[in-house]
């Protein structure tokens, strides 16, 4: 069921960002007097589509076969995407028939270039235009809240925090310079803002100031490992226990928190985990408290390392939550599309090029976005339209680029051609294009290899 569910979810991610990409150049096309002969979910063989003249079909269209002004609505063998076909235009589709013709009036390249940039970068504004409505929706209805502790509360065994001597009831004040309000800037600080360079903590300890320095080769890539740190104030509460298992025998139940593992004073969701980790096929004492009840039993962990239970974190400190109206929500959209879709991106391009983050590590295929789309839903509807906004805002990012085969490659095209009076050949386009899209193929191939070796 985990693989259907994950399935379910990529194909709902990917289909709001296609349908509204290629929507974008589809719509743009047809107000602009142009023909929008295919309009296509994924690239390649087509499966089965719509059209007015033929109804539905299976297969590939009669070559013979003349819609006119309608439009093929199909659905192609690979789901890598998708296209909207342009008569008189040079892309995926790989026509290039129309090359020796007159230009028809309702083609592309009869129309000035001011309405092909239209057209063009169409796609890539419908994609700015979802990440924003999804952004501004998220900051009206549902605001920000900020976890408002600084201090830890655990610090993972065996994890590079551990290793380097940060303990309990330290609070973080900086990390590499940078102020730290909430628990919310250090997770931004160490996964996001930080990622590849060696870090700088600036802790309290017992009213004194110390610098923990840790070097990049010891931190390592924080989105394959934790970094080890946890908020304090984080407490396990049992959601449910499963029939038969130890926690179900010695009478757990929903609500209940566990206060001890052993000897171990739990404070902590991950302490909890960890602590009944580490007394695999032991038996030891458990105490918890129920309605405020202190209560306790022995119990044996098994061989699985669990005890049976379904838990979930009940933050007890304090929350600030921030609330915006219909026009403060507009900047903190903006702000967020550019954070999330335009400076972590080049940050991280910019590691990979200096050699910071591997390139292996900074990019992720259908399948890695398939896993996250699934963590994301599971994390609530918020969580889950957050995810494709900030999807969309990366594919904005990444067409936009002036590469041959992406929007943004065209574009460079036009300017040429707005700037020296006279189109780029056609068989310069055809072969940027092919080198282009065979060089984006090569990247996609890789990407899926990466996503697979790096399954879990």
Same mark, same amino acid.
């Given at each position: 069921?985990?693989?259907?569910?994950?399935?379910?979810?990529?194909?709902?991610?990917?289909?709001?960002?296609?349908?509204?990409?290629?929507?974008?150049?589809?719509?743009?096309?047809?107000?602009?007097?142009?023909?929008? %002969?295919?309009?296509?979910?994924?690239?390649?063989?087509?499966?089965?589509?719509?059209?007015?003249?033929?109804?539905?079909?299976?297969?590939?269209?009669?070559?013979?076969?003349?819609?006119?002004?309608?439009?093929?609505?199909?659905?192609?063998?690979?789901?890598?995407?998708?296209?909207?076909?342009?008569?008189?235009?040079?892309?995926?589709?790989?026509?290039?028939?129309?090359?020796?013709?007159?230009? *028809?009036?309702?083609?592309?390249?009869?129309?000035?270039?001011?309405?092909?940039?239209?057209?063009? #970068?169409?796609?890539?504004?419908?994609?700015?235009?979802?990440?924003?409505?999804?952004?501004?929706?998220?900051?009206?209805?549902?605001?920000?809240?900020?976890?408002?502790?600084? #201090?830890?509360?655990?610090? =993972?065994?065996?994890?590079?925090?551990?290793?380097?001597?940060? !303990?309990?009831?330290?609070?973080?004040?900086?990390?590499?310079?940078?102020?730290?309000?909430?628990?919310?800037?250090? !997770?931004?600080?160490?996964?996001?803002?930080?990622?590849?360079?060696?870090?700088?903590?600036?802790? *309290?300890?017992?009213?004194?100031?110390? #610098?923990?320095?840790?070097?990049? %080769?010891?931190?390592?890539?924080?989105?394959?490992? $934790?970094?080890?740190?946890?908020?304090?104030?984080?407490?396990?509460?049992?959601?449910?226990?499963?029939?038969?298992?130890? =926690?179900?025998?010695?009478?757990?139940?929903?609500?209940?928190?566990?206060?001890?593992?052993? #000897? +171990?004073?739990?404070?902590?969701? !991950?302490?909890?985990?960890?602590?009944?980790?580490?007394?695999?096929?032991?038996?030891?004492?458990?105490?918890?408290?129920?309605?405020?009840?202190?209560?306790?039993?022995?119990?044996?962990?098994?061989?699985? /390392?669990?005890?049976?239970?379904?838990? /979930? $974190?009940?933050? +007890?400190?304090?929350?600030? +939550?921030?609330?915006?109206?219909?026009?403060?929500?507009?900047?903190?959209?903006?702000?967020?599309?550019?954070?999330?879709?335009?400076?972590?991106?080049?940050?991280?391009?910019?590691?990979?090029? $200096?050699?910071?983050?591997?390139?292996?590590?900074?990019?992720?295929?259908?399948?890695?976005?398939?896993?996250?789309?699934? *963590? /994301? =839903?599971?994390?609530?509807?918020?969580?889950?339209?957050? @995810?494709?906004?900030?999807?969309?805002?990366?594919?904005?990012?990444?067409?936009?680029?002036? @590469?041959?085969?992406?929007?943004?490659?065209?574009?460079?095209?036009?300017?040429?051609?707005?700037? @020296?009076?006279?189109?780029?050949?056609?068989?310069?386009?055809?072969?940027? *294009?092919?080198?282009?899209?065979?060089?984006?193929? =090569?990247?996609?191939?890789?990407?899926?290899?990466?996503?697979?070796?790096?399954?879990?």
């Amino acid at each position: 069921m985990e693989i259907v569910s994950t399935i379910f979810y990529f194909l709902i991610v990917i289909g709001v960002l296609v349908f509204v990409h290629e929507f974008g150049h589809f719509f743009a096309a047809r107000m602009t007097g142009m023909r929008a %002969e295919v309009f296509a979910f994924g690239m390649g063989y087509r499966l089965f589509g719509y059209n007015r003249i033929n109804g539905f079909s299976f297969g590939k269209l009669d070559e013979n076969a003349e819609l006119g002004n309608h439009t093929d609505y199909r659905i192609c063998a690979f789901p890598i995407g998708g296209y909207v076909k342009i008569p008189g235009m040079i892309d995926e589709s790989m026509d290039k028939g129309f090359v020796n013709t007159e230009p *028809q009036p309702w083609e592309y390249r009869a129309k000035p270039v001011w309405k092909r940039m239209i057209v063009i #970068t169409a796609g890539v504004i419908m994609n700015i235009l979802l990440a924003f409505l999804v952004f501004y929706s998220l900051s009206i209805f549902k605001g920000k809240s900020l976890i408002d502790t600084t #201090t830890i509360g655990y610090v =993972a065994k065996n994890s590079t925090a551990a290793e380097f001597g940060i !303990q309990k009831g330290d609070k973080i004040l900086t990390i590499n310079n940078q102020k730290i309000n909430y628990w919310d800037d250090v !997770q931004s600080a160490l996964y996001i803002d930080n990622l590849g360079e060696s870090i700088a903590l600036n802790i *309290q300890r017992d009213s004194k100031e110390i #610098t923990i320095k840790i070097p990049k %080769e010891k931190v390592g890539i924080l989105s394959d490992k $934790t970094f080890g740190l946890y908020p304090d104030k984080m407490t396990p509460v049992i959601n449910s226990t499963f029939s038969g298992k130890p =926690a179900d025998k010695i009478g757990l139940t929903k609500g209940d928190v566990i206060t001890n593992v052993g #000897t +171990e004073s739990i404070g902590n969701t !991950q302490e909890l985990v960890d602590n009944i980790k580490l007394n695999t096929n032991k038996e030891i004492e458990l105490k918890w408290l129920r309605n405020g009840n202190p209560m306790s039993s022995k119990i044996t962990v098994g061989a699985d /390392s669990t005890i049976g239970i379904d838990i /979930s $974190t009940k933050y +007890e400190g304090n929350v600030i +939550e921030k609330k915006y109206n219909v026009i403060s929500a507009i900047p903190h959209a903006f702000s967020d599309m550019y954070y999330f879709g335009v400076e972590v991106f080049f940050k991280s391009i910019g590691k990979v090029i $200096t050699g910071d983050i591997p390139f292996k590590k900074a990019i992720g295929g259908p399948i890695k976005i398939a896993q996250a789309s699934a *963590q /994301s =839903a599971e994390s609530g509807f918020a969580s889950f339209i957050g @995810f494709v906004a900030l999807l969309s805002m990366s594919l904005a990012v990444i067409n936009i680029l002036p @590469f041959p085969a992406l929007d943004g490659g065209h574009f460079v095209i036009l300017i040429f051609e707005a700037v @020296f009076r006279r189109p780029v050949s056609y068989k310069v386009q055809i072969v940027l *294009q092919n080198v282009g899209f065979i060089l984006l193929i =090569a990247l996609m191939l890789f990407v899926i290899y990466n996503d697979i070796i790096s399954i879990k």
